[in-house]
Each structure stands twice: as structure tokens, then as C-alpha cells.
């Protein structure tokens, strides 16, 4: 075997180059458990299919051609993005290309072109004759209705009769049906017994624009955007349940407060009654709500507060076979389990113990409820915060066990009879591999992934898990990746990676995909790199998270400082020569990096950052520094412009102009500010890019920018 070569950065983000691993795309189960549905590559390497695979031996097969999913003989093949399948396998709803601004790369689409696909006869047809795509089409639990949206308003296509039929009819750009704001798009879902839809309504009259300008153009074209801002106007939302046999909407009273959220909507076992979780703007309490779908009328079921924020997830499960529900809660300091019956009483805790369900940025954690054999799966954090596994315990809180074995990261889709899952592992050295197992964790078979075979020609270092007490005396997760010819009597610069945002997680037994080799890729350039898990971040309970209300930037610089320090006390590390970079929350530290911390960071590229709360979402700013304007005070100490005259060393700021989540104004509001102090630092634009910074050839350039910077200003005799 020949000697191991270096990366380049062509190896990592070149053309057709994906270090993700392998995944299932689409993954959908069979209604009877035995097989999975998904969508792969055909292996002409152009199209793609949907294919079927048996559980117990693999046995695979093509269910849908990318390559003939045509129109008509004149017209291209449709392309598979996604699809939905009826229960008895015979009716597909395709997702098609998407319709949007051609400058807006990473945007939610705006609408997407369905197609329903009759696998009897293998004819296909458009959801709709009308022009243009479509928003959240579902088909009917029943199979014979698809819903969707168009234009703001809920339209349902029977397809026994081909018949559309619009439901309701006042949407338009400020009103909007069947869609959800703050907490997720989609707004609408089917009874149970397909006879009814709750939709949220939305009103955005009120609600001021933000413009995205397309410059590429002679002359440019500009697409708003409705974007509240901290203590700005909110949407005004309601609920209602339309009856498909009467034609008519039932509007739920859900009190006289409009300026609030309703973050889930979902069906209760009762056909009469729909489950609404309420939440006031402020963002610390958090009501169950059971409404009559007749008579609108509803009643709180149970309510969570907090002195500082409760978290929003998609844990509430209602069992099949009893009036009894899972509602998981952090009231004890760590996301628990509980079991409810439907007048709020609570029946038991299920989970308990000084560790938590997972509750990062992952929404759900309750897997699966296995009502007939009294089991709850789910994934979390019991063994270990920078691992995830897989657990099932006894419906009243008994014989907790867990499913996973080996150390990483694991995840699971269960079957709809809960008697086998499918898992997806990784480790920090190992890519993505999936494996189908028992409920009780033993293995079925291996279905692919585990290793990318190019991997084994590099010379690549291993990264090493340490614990870093601080001065407070506060024990912090961290990661350090040294150089392959590692020499300890050298002196080594640095290079922090930051993110560091509330219930984040960056230090973590799991496959860093491209960004983890192109740490590795410095490495061998003679770096150490360095990622430092702050207080705030996830799988240390709430407790631990709440460190960071009204100190979103303070806190987490403090503890990259104090990882700064412990550095410093290595014989081979260089304490002059640190840099850090980041993107979204990791560019916003940098930024103070490089200003408030300027004393410890000499270099740093921040990319996408929220560099003044006030201009980003009421949602997400006003749930971790209040509301306005009682708070103004803490908005103000989290701003960077309010160091930028403290800026010292080499700063790059990175930012795509079609950026629909942090906005270009935050980059130029603190270029300004560096302006107007005479303070010089470096800026790189990306046209048409929004807030990830893909597409086309932007990976490629934002990294060897990155390689370059770094090697320039953070190389030996650079200080």
C-alpha cells in the first residue's frame, strides 16, 4: 500500500464531491412493516427512482422510473424530489421541481409542481390543471383526497371524481391558509377519518418587509419578503376546522389574546376534539388547549412556564388505544417524558434522572409508542452528551434500556408496527451507516454506508475529546484535532470553529461531513483545531441553557476565552496566534471574537452573522433577550456595533445577499460601524446565496478564501 496523501480542497468541495455518506432519502414505510419505500439513484447516475426493499433479506425493487415519469413522449422526465404513497401502495403524490426566485439558492421553495402517479397503470398527471406549483400537498389518511395550498388558500383534489375543489377563499400575499409562522411553515393537517382539515390562518397585513435584491439583472429586481423583527408588529393567526361534507369552517375561540403563537395543531384520538399548543409572544408560557371541532369551543388541558423560555417540540403523542397522551417537559430541569389522560391529570413519569430526552436542535425525541407491548422509544442523552442513543422504557416508567451499543451518534425510523427500525450511526472517524434491527435493538441486517472508500487514501488525524474547566469552575465539552506530524516541541497556531447558539451542539461524536475534512485539511497545514461547547448549548439540561438569557454573545465568548486559556497552558500551542471562524450564531461570536475578545483572537471569519438583535426574528430574538422595549438594555450589550470600535487584528466578513434569515443590513450595519471608527477589515459577497452559502461553485471559493485567509494572516512570524 502506497503512502497517504494530503487533501485538497478540491478533494473536499469539488464538482459532484458529497462527504455526507450515504442516507434514505424519503425514507417511507409499508403500512404493513414489511418493506421500506425511498428514493436512490437509478444507476445511469441521471435520474432517480422510488424503490421498494423488504426488511427481512433486502430483496429490492424499482417501483418508479425517473427516466420514463413523463407527460407526455414530447416532454422531460420529472424530476423525484419526494413523494407519498397510499397505504395500499397503489397511488403516488410526486414532488417535482420547485418554483422561486432564481437568485434565492437555499430558500424554502415556493411552490412545488405535484404530480400523481397510478402505479396500476403507470399513468401520470399534474395535481393541478391550474399554472404554477403548490405548497404542503398531503393525501387523505383514506387515500382518495390530496390537500394543498395555492395562493394562500387550502384546495383539495378528489381523485376518484378528478375533481378540485377550492377551500377557502380569502388568501392572498397578506393572508394566508393552511400555513403556520414561527415555528414551521405547515398549517394544515387531515382528520383521521378524512372528513376534516385544521388550518391555521394567518394574517400578515401588518407585518413590514424586507427586501432580497437580484443585481444580476440590468436593473435588479427585488422580491419582499414579510420578516417581523424584534418588537415589530407579529402575525395575527386563528384556527380553523373545515367539514368537507358541509362545506363550512368552524373557527376556534382560543381566547382573546392575537398577539400570540400556535407553534403544533394535532389530532386527538377523539374525532370531536384537535390539540392546540399555545404560546404568549414572550415565550414563557405554553398551554395544551382540547377544542370541540363543532362548536369551537376549547378548554387548557395543562400548562408549562418558565422564568426565562419553554421549548417548542414535536414530542405530544396520543395513544391509539386509550385516552392518554405523551407530553414531554423540562419543569424538572432536564427534558422528561409524562403521561397525561385527557382531563390534564398527570398518570405517571415515564422518564426521570439528571440527563435528558434529546432536546437540541432536533424537535422530536419520543421515536415510537408500542401501545400493544407498553414501550416507548425515544432518543437521548443518558450516556453521554456528546452522543445520542436509543432507548425504550415501560410505558409507566419501568425497565429503561438501551437499544444502541456502540459509542456515536444514533438515530432511528421505526415501522408502524414498532417491531423493527431502521438506524442511522456515525462517529467522529466513521460516515453514515444504516442498519435495520429488532425493537429490542439486535440486528437484522446492514443495509449500506459505515465507510466512504476514498477516506483511506488521506492522512487524517484523529480528533481528541477533552474537558475544559473554567475559572467559575464550570466543566465544558471539547474537541481538539492536532497536526498528523504532530511535534510537541513545536508551537502550534490555532483555529477555533464556533457556533455556540442556545441548545447547539458542536462538540460531537458524529461525521463532520465536508467542514470536519476541511478541519482536517488544516491539520495537516500545521494547524490545531480547537471547538469549545459553551454554557447555553444542548444535552446539559435547561438549567445549563439558561446561562445564556439576555447573554446570547456574552456568555459564549467567555467560555471561547476561557478555552483560549486553557490552550495557552500547553507547551505547544501558540497563544498569539489563535483564530476562530463561524457562520450564522458561530459568525456573531467571532465577531465579538475579534472585537470584545480581541485581546485572546487575532484572526476571524464570520459568515451570515446576526450582528444586531433588533434586526433579526421576533421569534428567535425576543424568546432569549425579551421583549421590547423593557429590554432594550440587553439588546444593546449583545450587539456587536456596540464593539465594533474595539476591533482589532484581521476580520473577513462573508455574507450572501440573498440571505432571507439574517440579512445583508446585519453585515453592512456593522461594516459601517467599523467604517465610522476606522477600523479596517475585510468583506466577501455572495450574489443570489442565502443563508447556508451554497450553491454552484460558493463552497469551493467560501473555503479556499477561508485557506488562504487563515494561511496569510495566521501563519509563523504573521504576528
Not at 68 to 94: A, C, E, H, K
Not at 236 to 243: E, K, M, N, P
Not at 346 to 366: F, K, L
Not at 518 to 532: A, D, E, R, S
Request: net charge negative; hydrophobic share 35%; glycine share 10%.
Amino acid at each position: 500500500m502506497g503512502a497517504k496523501r494530503l487533501l485538497t480542497l478540491d478533494d473536499i468541495f469539488g464538482p459532484d464531491v458529497d462527504w455526507n455518506g450515504v442516507s434514505m432519502q424519503n425514507l417511507q414505510w409499508t403500512s404493513d412493516s414489511s418493506a421500506f419505500l425511498y428514493v436512490d439513484d437509478d444507476p445511469d447516475g441521471e435520474t432517480k427512482n422510488i424503490y421498494q426493499e423488504r426488511v427481512d433479506d433486502g430483496k429490492r425493487d424499482v417501483l418508479i422510473e425517473g427516466k420514463f415519469l413523463v407527460l407526455n413522449q414530447s416532454s422531460s422526465n420529472i424530476p423525484i424530489n419526494g413523494f407519498q404513497v397510499t397505504d395500499d401502495g397503489l397511488y403516488f403524490l410526486i414532488a417535482g421541481p420547485s418554483e422561486q426566485p432564481r437568485f434565492l439558492f437555499g430558500t424554502p421553495p415556493s411552490d412545488i409542481h405535484y404530480y400523481v402517479y397510478d402505479a396500476q397503470t403507470c399513468a401520470l398527471m399534474p395535481l393541478s390543471d391550474i399554472a404554477g406549483g403548490q405548497k404542503h400537498a398531503k393525501i387523505a389518511p383514506d387515500g382518495t383526497k390530496i390537500g394543498f395550498v395555492r395562493g394562500g388558500n387550502l384546495f383539495m383534489f378528489d381523485r376518484s371524481s378528478g375533481i378540485e375543489s377550492q377551500l377557502t377563499f380569502d388568501g392572498n400575499e397578506d393572508i394566508l391558509n393552511g400555513l403556520n409562522k414561527g415555528f414551521g411553515e405547515d398549517g394544515w393537517y387531515w382528520s383521521p377519518d378524512s372528513k376534516r382539515i385544521v388550518f391555521v390562518h394567518v394574517d400578515q397585513t401588518a407585518v413590514r418587509t424586507v427586501p432580497l435584491i437580484d443585481y444580476m439583472t440590468t436593473y435588479p429586481k427585488v422580491h419582499r419578503i414579510k420578516y417581523p423583527k424584534s418588537g415589530e408588529t407579529n402575525w395575527r393567526l386563528s384556527i380553523g376546522v373545515f367539514h368537507l361534507e358541509t362545506g363550512q369552517t368552524t373557527w376556534l375561540k382560543l381566547g382573546p389574546e392575537t398577539d400570540v403563537y400556535f407553534p403544533r395543531l394535532k389530532w386527538t384520538r377523539d374525532p370531536s376534539l384537535v390539540a392546540i399548543e399555545r404560546l404568549n409572544r414572550q415565550q414563557n408560557k405554553l398551554e395544551l388547549l382540547f377544542a370541540n371541532i363543532d362548536t369551537g369551543e376549547s378548554k387548557v388541558i395543562l400548562t408549562e412556564t418558565d422564568p426565562y423560555w419553554v421549548r417548542i417540540d414535536d414530542d405530544l403523542t396520543f395513544l391509539k388505544d386509550s385516552d392518554r397522551f405523551i407530553w414531554t417537559s423540562e419543569r424538572s430541569g432536564y427534558k422528561h417524558a409524562y403521561l397525561y389522560d385527557y382531563d390534564g391529570r398527570q398518570v405517571n413519569q415515564i422518564t426521570r434522572g439528571e440527563w435528558e430526552m434529546n432536546a437540541g436542535r432536533s424537535t422530536r425525541s419520543v421515536l415510537c409508542v408500542d401501545e400493544a407491548d407498553g414501550w416507548m422509544y425515544f432518543d437521548g442523552k443518558r450516556d453521554g452528551v456528546t452522543e445520542q442513543h436509543l432507548y425504550r422504557i415501560r410505558l409507566d416508567g419501568q425497565m429503561m434500556q438501551r437499544l444502541s451499543k456502540k459509542p456515536g451518534w444514533h438515530s432511528a425510523s421505526f415501522s408502524p408496527n414498532a417491531k423493527s427500525f431502521m438506524k442511522t450511526f456515525s462517529d467522529v472517524n466513521t460516515p453514515p451507516k444504516i442498519s435495520i434491527h429488532r425493537s429490542e435493538g439486535s440486528l437484522i441486517r446492514v443495509v449500506k454506508g459505515g465507510e466512504l472508500s476514498s477516506l483511506a487514501e488521506f492522512d487524517l488525524a484523529e480528533p481528541e475529546f477533552l474537558t475544559v474547566r473554567t475559572g467559575n469552575g464550570i466543566s465544558l465539552n471539547a474537541v481538539m484535532t492536532r497536526p498528523v506530524d504532530f511535534k510537541r516541541e513545536r508551537k502550534y497556531p490555532v483555529i477555533f470553529y464556533a457556533y455556540g447558539g442556545v441548545s447547539s451542539q458542536s462538540v460531537v461524536n458524529r461525521w463532520g461531513g465536508a467542514r470536519g475534512l476541511w478541519h482536517k485539511l488544516m491539520t495537516q497545514k500545521g494547524y490545531i483545531v480547537f471547538t469549545i461547547d459553551n454554557r447555553g448549548t444542548g444535552g446539559r439540561g435547561k438549567v445549563f441553557e439558561n446561562f445564556m438569557y439576555q447573554n446570547l454573545g456574552t456568555v459564549p465568548l467567555q467560555d471561547h476565552i476561557e478555552g483560549a486559556k486553557y490552550l495557552a497552558g500547553f507547551s505547544y500551542v501558540d497563544p498569539l496566534r489563535f483564530g476562530i471562524w463561524g457562520r450564522s450564531g458561530g459568525g456573531y461570536l467571532t465577531c465579538l471574537a475579534l472585537t470584545e475578545g480581541s485581546d485572546y483572537f487575532k484572526v476571524g471569519i464570520a459568515q451570515a452573522s446576526v450582528t444586531n438583535y433588533l434586526l433579526y426574528s421576533s421569534v428567535w430574538a425576543e424568546r432569549y433577550l425579551g421583549l421590547l422595549p423593557e429590554n432594550k438594555n440587553a439588546y444593546n450589550k449583545e450587539a456587536v456595533v456596540t464593539y465594533a470600535h474595539k476591533l482589532r487584528g484581521h476580520l473577513m466578513l462573508v455574507h450572501g445577499m440573498a440571505d432571507d434569515n439574517v440579512q445583508l443590513q446585519n453585515t453592512l450595519e456593522v461594516a459601517e460601524a467599523f467604517q465610522n471608527s476606522n477600523k479596517q477589515f475585510d468583506l466577501m459577497l455572495y450574489h443570489g446565496r442565502d443563508h447556508p452559502l451554497r450553491g454552484g461553485n460558493t463552497q469551493l471559493h467560501l473555503f479556499t478564501l477561508m485557506t488562504e485567509y487563515f494561511l496569510r494572516h495566521l501563519s509563523i512570524g504573521s504576528q
